[in-house]
Nanobody
Framework: QVQLVESGGGLMQAGGSLRLSCVAS????????MSWFRQAPGKGRDFLAR????????AYSDSVEGRFIISRDNSKNTVYLQMNDLRLDDSAVYYC????????????????WGQGTQVAVSP
């Protein structure tokens, strides 16, 4: 059973940067396509970014492309989300998720989820 734990959230002023981390235990992260999602209060969970097992392929939502960067270090069993030029509407709980393959991730089929880390952006 793989467990995912996010960290790195917090309070940041608009225009600032944060880096989120998602550490996996119980199995090698290299087996999974990894994604980041977020959920703002009263809203659904939105896809943000995806990275393939080796890190060679990435995909982003329009809302974060050019500002956020997803990366991974399989030797550390960790995936990252570098968030730059933060905006007020980036405030949300951020989740990482693991899928058994790129195609499955595209179909929103995920095997494991983390508990989330809160990001709050202030004016």
């Amino acid at each position: 059973q793989v467990q995912l734990v996010e960290s790195g959230g917090g309070l940041m002023q608009a225009g600032g940067s944060l880096r989120l981390s998602c550490v996996a235990s119980g199995g090698p992260l290299s087996r999974f396509t990894m994604s980041w999602f977020r959920q703002a209060p009263g809203k659904g969970r939105d896809f943000l970014a995806r990275i393939s097992m080796t890190g060679s392929n990435t995909a982003y939502s329009d809302s974060v492309e050019g500002r956020f960067i997803i990366s991974r270090d399989n030797s550390k069993n960790t995936v990252y989300l570098q968030m730059n030029d933060l905006r007020l509407d980036d405030s949300a709980v951020y989740y990482c998720a693991a899928s058994g393959g790129w195609s499955r991730a595209q179909r929103n089929e995920y095997d494991y989820w983390g508990q989330g880390t809160q990001v709050a952006v202030s004016p």
